[in-house]
């Protein structure tokens, strides 16, 4: 089966949660291959394990790096990505 390429919006608490678990390897058939962050510094651990990171999530949206996106900003940021999503279909 296709192994989905998953990128994470938002690398606070929980998104640096969810990436550890994809990280160890233990989602089957998903890979982390894209976070983004606002915050340079919680970026470069992810960097230098090979994931692509971008400063906002839009950007992550637009790059075509992932197949699926996990939005883990705070609730209020979530309409905001969610349109950015529809717009790169």
């Avoid at 998104?15 to 915050?39: C, Y």
């Avoid at 790059?63 to 705070?74: E, F, I, K, Q, Y």
């Amino acid at each position: 089966m296709k192994t989905v390429r998953l990128g994470i919006i938002g690398m606070g608490n929980m998104g640096k949660h969810h990436a550890m678990l994809l990280l160890e390897g233990r989602v089957p058939r998903l890979t982390l291959s894209a976070v983004a962050s606002t915050s340079p510094d919680k970026l470069a651990p992810y960097a230098a394990k090979g994931v692509r990171v971008f400063a906002t999530g839009e950007e992550l949206i637009r790059s075509g790096a992932c197949d699926a996106v996990l939005v883990a900003t705070p609730h209020y940021q979530h309409t905001t990505l969610g349109l950015a999503a529809l717009e790169a279909g």
